[in-house]
């Protein structure tokens, strides 16, 4: 029986913020922190896709309307997401926790040496794989390649947003938005991203 690359992903993805809270004792920051890193390899890979899109059908001119609103939307999406824990985790110190996430050690090496270039390999064989070789580039038109990452960024503002105004009236627990971010994560990947 042949497994879906897809359910793979999935599965991967799904599993290094569970493992993270359960097994690390990583916080909701520590777990967020680690989504924005994979956002932000998701953000130059797009580039990289955009450019490559560019290339390929021969316009000389890119499309830098997009590329500035697609960084815009990550900014937006950075300062949403702090608002949400600053709500959510009352008192927390932004400064300690990014620093304790670089530094923090498991097998004796701080994370960050680890994670940021493992993240990025990741992305860049995902693009490889997903978007080179399949030759991806010809078929998909930069509109609507665009229109497909910005609904992304939509999509993950609204969510985090509702989470921001849930975190403002109610106390939830911190394994409820980790699963929250689990699941919504994972439901894009099956049910949005495209293929």
């Known amino acids: 029986m042949k497994l879906n690359p897809k359910i793979i992903q999935v599965a991967a993805d799904a599993?290094?913020?569970?493992m993270g809270f359960f097994l690390w004792e990583w916080s909701l920051y520590f777990i967020l922190l680690f989504y924005l890193l994979d956002l932000l390899a998701s953000e130059i890979i797009a580039h990289l896709s955009a450019r490559k899109i560019h290339e390929y059908n021969g316009q000389k001119?890119?499309?830098?309307?997009?590329a500035m609103i697609s960084m815009m939307l990550f900014v937006v999406t950075l300062f949403v997401v702090h608002v949400f824990v600053a709500v959510a985790v009352p008192g927390i110190d932004f400064k300690k926790e990014a620093l304790a996430f670089w530094s923090?050690?498991?097998m004796g090496i701080a994370q960050g040496y680890v994670l940021i270039p493992l993240v990025l390999f990741v992305a860049?064989?995902?693009y490889r794989m997903e978007f080179l070789m399949r030759g991806k580039f010809r078929t998909v038109q930069s509109s609507i390649f665009w229109q497909q990452h910005f609904k992304m960024y939509f999509m993950l503002i609204g969510g985090v947003g509702l989470a921001l105004g849930i975190a403002h009236f109610v106390l939830v627990p911190e394994l409820a938005y980790v699963l929250a971010a689990v699941v919504s994560t994972t439901a894009y990947t099956l049910y949005?991203?495209?293929?």
């Open 15 to 18: 599993a290094i913020p569970l």
């Open 61 to 66: 001119k890119r499309e830098l309307k997009q």
């Open 104 to 106: 923090y050690e498991d």
């Open 124 to 126: 860049i064989q995902r």
């Open 192 to 195: 949005f991203k495209p293929d």
